[in-house]
């Protein structure tokens, strides 16, 4: 506007008094014409160019979201004579079903729906504003009463990425199958497990005797659900979950007004008295039924697309406090998990330089496990940081919270962790560069992605990725990160005292977690 504005004033010198009309209605026209085509891409945007599919946060399907463009990146050629020496892969379950506690939340949304409709007809209330599939509905797991399984889908997703995985490193995958080659390992929850077979079906199908599809068997091991530092270390790290009980309240507080507002929405377009959990009842509703089902035009269908962006962002919030960059704990527990990466590339490294025999040494190592260890995993290794919140990160300083919609932001959960996502570490051998014969290069759902750590190449020194990226996370100790008591509570008597020192604070400031502040 600012820069037309210029241009009329010039123009009127130009055109001079006789001329005056016309210019008016053509400027009339322009402006008329100015406004029409905002509308038509303001509707373009809202109706034809958006998939709510892509905007489910962690419930993303990964087919819908693997290929999204991230920022126009274009990844580095890989020089040739490099050959790729070593995969490690940190891989989320596919896509699974609701939990039972979820489930049954949806079983008390199906009554509270009765309930609501019931009230509007007593009050004799039109319902011409409810959509049809409303009334009398019933949650699709209803009666369900085992949960979080892989399903189908999920088992889709990690067949093909195994088969894809094997085509694009063919000569990682040459060699016959050896469980110390190419190991596969699994948290004990059966949807990681799960998940590992399906991969593994991929990655060696053809390659052995078994039934039509030629499938071969092959070994998935899982360390004890208990002590298993390397895929499951939120479970065992006692100072993580004494943060996560503390911050969630925090997290529901800064949802709120989002809900709030979306629910006053709701009740004005479809006449129904909804409740704040009713919200958030709806929008789980709506991520299932758009990733499980292919259902779209149901719960997702009460959303407008801005709605569904500011649900999503909530739901991205969480994540990156609960999960991601919003606590260096959060993360840094993941050493164990980042150290047995940097040691099986060295492996790799000492295997090629000293020209181990092939089928001696390992090529492959394949984790599959959940979002609260890819989440952090790419936290570790500076992935979707932006500007300067790499040096921010280094020097212990907290981050922003990530920008509410329209902002734009890098950290979404449907792109950091959708059902299936994955890092891929390549390790390359470039014998032709002297000074640096290693490379790794990570690959995020399958795409190179730049490392913050590594001046924003997605092709690395192994020397730089391990002394920038891993180094200052692998000089903390996990068990001092989780199980060493911070000082404040370390310095005070274990017994009697403390609980008595609690109760007065109780006392004096009431219950704490209603003052729970999300700190970052
Ligand atoms: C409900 O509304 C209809 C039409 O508006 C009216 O005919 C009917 O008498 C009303 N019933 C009650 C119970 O108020
Ligand atoms: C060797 O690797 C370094 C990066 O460490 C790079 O700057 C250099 O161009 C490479 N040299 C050759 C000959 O490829």
């Known amino acids: 506007m600012y820069v037309y504005s210029g241009s ?15 210019f008016a209605m053509a ?18 945007a809202k109706e034809a160019g958006f998939d709510v599919r892509r905007h489910l946060s962690t419930a993303a399907r990964y087919g819908v979201v693997k290929d999204v463009a991230s920022n126009g990146f274009v990844p580095s050629e890989i020089p040739n004579g490099c050959d790729a020496i070593h995969l490690n892969l940190v891989a989320r379950h596919g896509t699974r079903s609701p939990t039972k506690k979820r489930m049954r939340e949806l079983d008390h949304l199906s009554a ?22 409303l009334r009398g ?45 190419y190991v596969l390992k699994a948290t004990q929850v059966p949807r990681a497990s799960s998940s590992a077979v399906a991969f593994g079906m991929g990655l060696f199908s053809g390659k052995g005797t078994l039934g039509p599809g030629n499938h071969r068997a092959f070994a998935v091991t899982s360390e004890s659900r208990a002590s298993d530092i390397k895929l499951r270390f939120h479970d065992c790290c ?34 129904l008295k909804f409740t704040r959990q009713d919200t958030a009842s709806l929008w789980f509703l709506c991520k299932q039924e758009a990733s499980l089902l292919d259902i779209t035009d149901q719960a997702c269908g009460l959303f407008s697309p801005d709605e569904v962006a500011s649900l999503e962002w909530t739901d991205d919030l969480e994540v990156f406090i609960l999960k991601g960059y919003g606590n260096s704990l959060n993360y840094r527990m993941g050493v164990p998990l980042l150290k047995d990466v940097l040691e099986s590339m060295e492996e790799a490294i000492k295997a090629r330089e000293e020209k181990f025999p092939p089928g001696s040494y390992e090529k492959a190592r394949l984790r599959f496990a959940h979002a609260e260890t890819v989440v952090p995993f790419s936290c570790l290794l500076g992935l979707f940081l932006e500007g300067s919140e790499f040096l921010q990160i280094q020097r212990e300083q907290p981050l922003d919270l990530p920008l ?26 470039c014998p032709s560069n002297t000074s640096s014969p290693y490379f790794v290069q990570v690959l995020h759902n399958e795409h190179p992605i730049p ?57 004096i400031w009431g219950d704490d977690t209603k003052s729970d502040k999300v700190e970052l």
């Open 27 to 44: 400027m009339a026209v322009y402006w008329l014409f100015l406004l029409s085509s905002l509308f038509v891409l303001r509707a373009d």
């Open 404 to 429: 509410k919609p329209p902002q734009t932001r890098n950290w979404r959960g449907s792109t950091v962790a959708p059902f299936g996502g994955n890092n891929m570490l390549v390790l390359y051998n």
């Open 451 to 507: 490392m913050p750590g590594c001046g924003g190449a997605d092709f690395c020194p192994f020397e730089v990725f391990k002394d920038k990226i891993a180094a200052p996370h692998l000089k903390h100790d996990y068990h001092v990160i989780c199980n060493v008591k911070p000082e404040a509570v370390e310095h005070r008597p274990v017994s009697g005292y403390a609980k008595l020192s609690a109760f007065f604070r109780w006392l």
């Open 8 to 22: 009329t004033e010039f123009c009127f010198l130009q055109v001079g008094v006789e001329g005056v009309l016309a």
């Open 238 to 271: 006692e100072n993580y979950k004494d943060f996560r009980k503390k911050q969630e309240p925090g997290v529901d507080k800064l949802k709120e007004p989002i809900l709030d507002e979306i629910t006053a929405s709701l009740v004005s377009r479809y006449g």
């Open 112 to 133: 509270h729906i009765g309930e609501l409709i019931r009230d509007a007809e007593e009050q004799n209330l039109s319902l011409k504003q409810v959509p049809d599939w």
């Open 137 to 181: 509905w019933k949650s699709p797991w209803r009666g369900k009463l085992k949960g979080g399984e892989l399903i189908s889908k999920g088992e889709h997703e990690l067949y093909d990425l195994g088969i894809r995985v094997r085509g694009t490193f063919p000569d990682l995958f040459d060699e016959e199958y050896h469980p110390d080659v």
